[in-house]
């Protein structure tokens, strides 16, 4: 049994527990009351926790990091885009591979990025579009969602994508379930860059720096300040005797 699902059983089983004990006089009803919503509210607190952290696995398997790998893997989300793509794969050159989390409208907007990613790094997906919709849509629904822009991935990039990471990081037992029947693994990270947002100077760097072996590091297309400080990233990697290489690549290790 997941985690949470041990604790909701612990939960309401200590629910159970104060409502007997109310009731054969072992406690006043006043402190049942106050251990149910203890419960209650604990739950919640629980569930809101899991929904915004992946890396936790509370709702179902997820891979933040590969023990044992040799390499980092640099994952990039949200292209692609013409602005920034391109840069980001000449940073890359020929000694480095990442994973791409392309969403399925933009790869369907810029199909030559989409098959210039796929001639050296992984394919991964991000969603058709870039919403948090997953999180409550029913798992038939998710499922059809996931499938369709996994197809449509898989015809643009001439191979099998088999990696899914949410967007905004959402997550839900719906969602697990949707990329379970989509035939996708769900993928979060072990480096949390933050870079899709403001950063003090030198931040960024600092960050990717807490990365060795094994980890998986989040970082997106379509931000200038990173595909600017790309190179300084990897020559940092380097200059640790480390380099970037696929989720894939990292799993099969």
Wanted: hydrophobic share 50%; proline share 8%; with cysteine.
């Amino acid at each position: 049994m997941r985690p949470l699902g041990t604790t909701l059983v612990s939960g309401i089983l200590l629910c159970a527990l104060a409502a007997i004990g109310a009731r054969t006089g072992v406690v006043t009803q006043g402190v049942a009351l106050a251990v149910c919503a203890a419960v209650f509210l604990g739950i919640l607190a629980l569930i809101a926790v899991a929904s915004a952290s992946p890396g936790l696995a509370l709702f179902g398997p997820t891979i933040s990091r590969v023990p044992g790998a040799a390499a980092v893997a640099l994952t990039f989300d949200d292209g692609p885009l013409p602005e920034t793509t391109p840069r980001i794969l000449e940073a890359l050159g020929d000694r480095h591979r990442a994973t791409f989390f392309l969403l399925a409208d933009r790869a369907a907007a810029h199909p030559e990025l989409t098959r210039a990613i796929a001639e050296r790094h992984e394919i991964a997906l991000h969603g058709a579009s870039h919403h948090p919709w997953l999180t409550v849509m029913s798992p038939t629904r998710g499922a059809a969602e996931l499938a369709e822009a996994r197809a449509r991935l898989e015809a643009l990039a001439g191979r099998p994508v088999t990696r899914f990471r949410p967007p905004f990081g959402a997550v839900s037992p719906r969602v697990y379930a949707s990329a379970r029947r989509a035939g996708l693994e769900l993928v979060w990270c072990s480096v949390r860059t933050r870079d899709g947002g403001p950063l003090p100077d030198g931040e960024l760097a600092r960050r990717v720096a807490r990365a060795g072996p094994g980890d998986i590091v989040l970082l997106h297309d379509g931000r200038e300040p990173t595909a600017a400080l790309l190179p300084e990233l990897l020559a940092s990697l380097e200059a640790r005797s480390l380099r970037s290489d696929t989720v894939e690549a990292l799993c099969q290790a």
